[in-house]
């Protein structure tokens, strides 16, 4: 079912207006009215779980960029920022499972460099590995 694009589109704008300056408990809220009427929206996902992810609440944060991994398996922020957050919650071995395929989505795409990056993250996190 379909939300109300109008009020999805208000809260976006006012929670990046309210990120941007640096208001993140208020951005949160923003974010969570546009996640209420599309819970599924990547971009909305993406925006919540930063703005968890800098105010240290890294559950909620997690369980946004989950969405986003769901619903885009390959989406290098998702996975990035999944990666690290589970990091931070000491999830050594998922987040070391989605620096690889951070590693891998960056070398599908032509980006050495970076998926390099990415495994070495990996290896950082799991130096048995």
């Known amino acids: 079912m379909a ?3 109008s009020t999805y589109t208000e809260a976006m704008r006012k929670g990046h207006n309210l990120a941007w300056d640096g208001h993140d408990t208020e951005a949160i809220q923003e974010y969570r009215r546009a996640v209420a ?3 599924d929206d990547l971009a909305v996902n993406c925006s ?5 992810l800098r105010l240290h609440q890294l559950a909620e944060a997690l369980a946004a960029f ?3 991994r769901r ?3 390959q989406d290098s922020i998702g996975l990035a920022k999944m990666a690290e957050v589970q990091a931070a919650l000491g999830k050594v071995d998922e987040a ?3 620096y690889a395929a951070l590693a891998a989505a960056y070398a599908a795409v032509g980006m050495p460099a ?3 990056g ?3 993250q990996m290896a950082n996190l799991l130096p048995d590995f």
């Open 48 to 52: 919540l779980g930063s703005g968890l």
């Open 3 to 5: 939300g109300n694009k």
């Open 96 to 98: 070391g499972a989605a």
């Open 66 to 68: 989950e969405v986003v």
């Open 37 to 39: 009427e599309y819970p």
């Open 71 to 73: 619903k885009a398996p």
């Open 118 to 120: 990415a495994w070495q």
């Open 114 to 116: 970076r998926a390099l």
